[in-house]
């Protein structure tokens, strides 16, 4: 669960409700929407939230760190509550499905001393690409 919403309010941000709109459409497992997404269904709940609230929201949220954006091979940025569990990516070359992953062991410990080149290393993403069920070609 990402319990997006008890963390903002935790950090004491200042909960509007147009806000708190969009941290309740963001908030859940395996949630990856896009900007737009994000928009169509917080204006199911509230019509008159405009697409550039939504779009400072979500930019003000990843400033916090609450929320992560989520690059993926050519298709729009996608905004991901689970910010503060270290996991990496699945996704469909089919229809873009995004499921959170755990591999085992720390991808940052997988990259050798001789290839770090001097850098302080910080982070590390990795994404798995392949078909998911229903887009798998069926025998
Ligand atoms: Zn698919
Ligand atoms: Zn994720």
């Not at 709109?21 to 929407?33: C, K, N």
């Not at 001789?114 to 229903?134: H, K, N, Q, V």
Request: aromatic share 4%; net charge negative; with cysteine.
């Amino acid at each position: 669960m990402s319990d997006l919403l008890e963390r903002l309010r935790g950090r004491g941000w200042r909960l509007t409700s147009q806000r708190r709109v969009v941290a309740e459409v963001l908030d859940g497992e395996h949630v990856h929407l896009t900007a737009d997404e994000v928009h169509a269904r917080a204006v199911e709940r509230l019509p008159e939230i405009s697409r550039a609230t939504v779009y400072n929201t979500l930019g003000e949220l990843v400033c916090l760190g609450e929320v992560l954006e989520v690059a993926t091979d050519g298709r729009a940025k996608r905004y991901d509550p689970n910010a503060h569990h270290a996991h990496q990516h699945l996704v469909c070359s089919g229809c873009g499905a995004i499921r959170d992953v755990h591999p085992q062991g720390d991808p940052l410990a997988a990259l050798p001393p001789a290839e770090r080149f001097g850098f302080t290393i910080s982070g590390a993403e990795i994404t798995y690409r392949g078909l998911c069920p229903d887009c798998a070609p069926r025998p």
